[in-house]
């Protein structure tokens, strides 16, 4: 089975500075790994995805994350964040199948 | 904006009332999935379809139920509604291969009152 914890529900954090958003998961099968973002109101989108290879991974709007296997973690990262980054955060795990586990959630407050 | 649409946006019903959600999914994708979001919460999976047959299933219990048509659109269907189940209901489709995106729809907010 598979699960993810964010570890931290909300980050205040002030404008243009860098944030980190933080994953932890569990599974007994190989994964892949997520960031989608969530407005409010909205749906899901996509920010970034691990499959393979690299362990840096780089997504939209200057977002990145670092897989890290041997602490089986996946945080999120932006060296500036602008106002229009305010919104939830869901970090996931699927397998083969593209059955999707998410976390928790973490609600980024960009304050100006 | 993906091209998964659900419908409708919102929705009221009564205790013990039935409800159906539908979702269109994207051009090219054969697998579509139903996620439960409570509020404050992560999405939960209830159940994926492909090629029209139930493909795994989350820790739902059978009143949540569901069918995917031969164009890949989907329902999900839910009896005996509980006040429980008011929350946002997406709809992700995607091709069948592991580790491919998923595209969400805008969901369907339910209250049960």
């Known amino acids: 089975a598979q699960s993810v914890t964010q570890l931290d529900s909300q980050v205040p954090v002030f404008e243009e500075a860098p944030v980190e958003l933080r994953c932890n998961y569990s599974s007994s099968v190989s994964v892949y790994l997520f960031w989608y973002v969530q407005y409010p109101n909205q749906g899901l989108q996509l920010l970034l995805k691990y499959l393979s290879g690299s362990t840096l991974v780089k997504g939209i709007n200057g977002f990145e994350a670092e897989f890290n296997k041997s602490q089986t973690s996946f945080h999120l990262r932006k060296p500036s964040v602008h106002i229009s980054d305010t919104a939830e955060y869901f970090c996931?795990?699927?397998?083969?199948?593209?059955?999707?586990?998410f976390g928790t959630g973490t609600s980024l407050t960009v304050i100006p | 904006e993906t091209g998964v649409t659900q419908s409708p946006t919102h929705l009221i019903k009564t205790r013990g009332q039935q409800v159906t959600l539908r979702c269109s999914s994207q051009s090219g994708h054969n697998t579509v999935s139903w996620y439960q979001q409570a509020l404050g919460q992560g999405p939960q999976f209830i159940f994926q379809?492909?090629?029209?047959?139930?493909?795994g299933r989350g820790n739902f219990p059978p009143r949540f139920s569901g069918l995917q048509f031969p164009n890949y659109s989907s329902e999900l269907n839910v009896n005996a509604l509980e006040l429980d189940d008011s929350a946002l209901y997406l709809c992700?489709?995607?091709?069948?291969?592991?580790?491919?995106?998923?595209?969400f729809g805008q969901g369907t907010r339910l209250t049960v009152v």
């Open positions: 992700a489709s995607s091709r069948r291969s592991g580790g491919t995106e998923a595209f």
């Open positions: 379809y492909y090629r029209e047959e139930e493909n």
């Open positions: 996931a795990v699927s397998d083969s199948g593209n059955q999707f586990y």
